[in-house]
């Protein structure tokens, strides 16, 4: 677990309701090969751990009510788990995959089989390694198709492609990992990002690592942008085109119209394009958003929109992306974020709250008399580091195994401060400790 990553697991003691399954619904089964394979950008070769030898892995196709069953084989030197970020996992909660947190890790050499089914839900979510940094290339688009005869809530598109936006190491990830914990500070910034597992032009090496989408004059475009960067805040824009967006996370939102986009590691966002230029090339960019003083990967990666018909000799046009600190964009845009609330897709917030719970997500420093300054920067929530355990917790859960974890979690924090200041005031330590909160059954939090 790197220094940037803190988590608090929330732990549902209880059985969550069985939603009914479409009478459509369908079984998907796919295979998941662990596989370390070479891999070459930015000039250098080096070898990854991948999915079926695929940087990006392979896409997930699916339709709401579906079940799915992977079988993961790992034929790497590290232990592996997937998680299918942003599946809800209704009563699949063993099949969501952080290592030692729901289930424990495919050791090299072994198969675990993951059953779940896709309820209530459609849009666009990923998977990825969940243990150490091996999502940085072990990762891929989810596509969860609406049901049967069940059509969009926006103009149904022409044709459609997902866009994982990434990160690439030189060196090898674990070890930029390591040395980072090591020596106390934050790990070594990614020496480019990626658009579908490519940098583009700007980077050494561009021939065959340049992504192109071909696009038809008039036609309508549904992207679906998942960032998969470790740490990364990224904009992304398309060149003198603007871009709808129609949902967030697997959410259908109210459509509204932006020359660019903020999306936050682990998140997805789905566009719809028209292709109403002058046809032409057109430079598809994401770079970082980053507004306090840590280092980020500020490098822009590309891929190319390009016109049917225009000679590929002809010279992309570049965006205009925000500036790499521009919080009041990042704000805008956020702001325009609205649920669809529509008769089909309603807006249930519920009235009445059970318990309210306030989590800040902050950095500390603790002291670490092997670091390079005798300290360590360390991620937290409520000022607390979450420790791995040895056992899973929901196997120590199920078996009722005493001392693998406490139900002790803070609801706020156990010191105020100024939690929006600049700089903050607190600087202060952090407790480690593998700490949950109880949830009761069916209240609302």
């Not at 309701?17 to 370390?36: G, I, N, W």
């Not at 390079?372 to 420790?387: D, E, H, K, P, Q």
Request: charged share 15%.
């Amino acid at each position: 677990m790197g220094c940037f990553h803190a988590s608090i697991v929330i732990v549902l003691l209880g059985f969550l309701m069985l939603l009914s399954v479409p009478t459509e619904a369908a079984t998907k089964k796919y295979q998941f090969d662990v596989v370390v394979s070479n891999v070459s950008r930015l000039c250098h070769a080096k070898p990854v751990v991948t999915v079926n030898g695929r940087f990006p892995g392979p896409t997930i196709y699916a339709r709401e009510g579906d079940r799915l069953i992977v079988n993961v084989t790992n034929y790497s030197q590290y232990n592996m788990t997937i998680h299918w970020h942003g599946v809800k996992q209704l009563r699949n909660g063993w099949a969501d995959g952080p290592a030692y947190v729901t289930q424990c890790p495919i050791r090299s050499g072994g198969s675990y089989t993951y059953h779940f089914n896709v309820t209530g839900q459609r849009g666009t979510l990923w998977w990825h390694a969940h243990i150490l940094w091996l999502r940085a290339t072990v990762h891929g688009a989810i596509v969860i198709m609406p049901e049967q005869r069940v059509p969009y809530p926006f103009p149904q598109p022409y044709r459609e492609t997902e866009l994982i936006l990434g990160e690439w190491w030189n060196a090898d990830v674990e070890e930029v990992e390591q040395q980072g914990n090591l020596l106390g500070l934050p790990p070594n910034t990614s020496d480019a990002h990626t658009i579908n597992g490519k940098p583009g032009p700007l980077f050494p090496c561009p021939e065959k690592h340049t992504y192109a989408l071909e696009v038809e004059s008039g036609k309508t475009y549904l992207l679906r942008i998942i960032n998969a960067a470790l740490n990364d805040d990224l904009f992304f824009a398309i060149a003198g085109h603007s871009m709808t967006v129609v949902e967030i996370d697997a959410a259908y939102c109210k459509p509204f119209n932006t020359s660019a986009l903020v999306i936050a590691p682990g998140q997805t966002t789905n566009v719809l394009v028209r292709a109403d230029q002058a046809p032409g090339r057109y430079f598809m960019a994401t770079r970082s958003f980053m507004d306090i003083p840590i280092p980020v990967d500020n490098k822009t990666a590309t891929a190319i929109l390009q016109y049917r018909g225009v000679p590929t000799t002809v010279v992309p046009v570049m965006p205009q992306l925000p500036a790499p600190n521009d919080t009041s964009f990042v704000a805008s845009f956020r702001d325009q974020l609205r649920s669809l609330n529509s008769p089909r897709y309603p807006a249930s917030v519920p009235l009445d709250v059970d318990r309210r719970l306030f989590y800040t997500i902050g950095l500390g420093v603790n002291p670490c008399p092997t670091c390079l300054n005798g300290t360590r920067l360390t991620a937290s929530l409520n000022n607390i580091t979450f420790v791995l355990p040895q056992v899973a917790l929901l196997q120590a859960h199920y078996y009722d195994m005493k001392g693998v974890f406490r139900l002790d979690f803070p609801d706020k924090p156990p010191a105020s401060f100024n939690y929006t200041g600049a700089p903050l005031t607190a600087n202060l330590g952090t407790s480690l400790g593998t700490r949950l909160s109880r949830i009761a059954f069916n209240s609302t939090v």
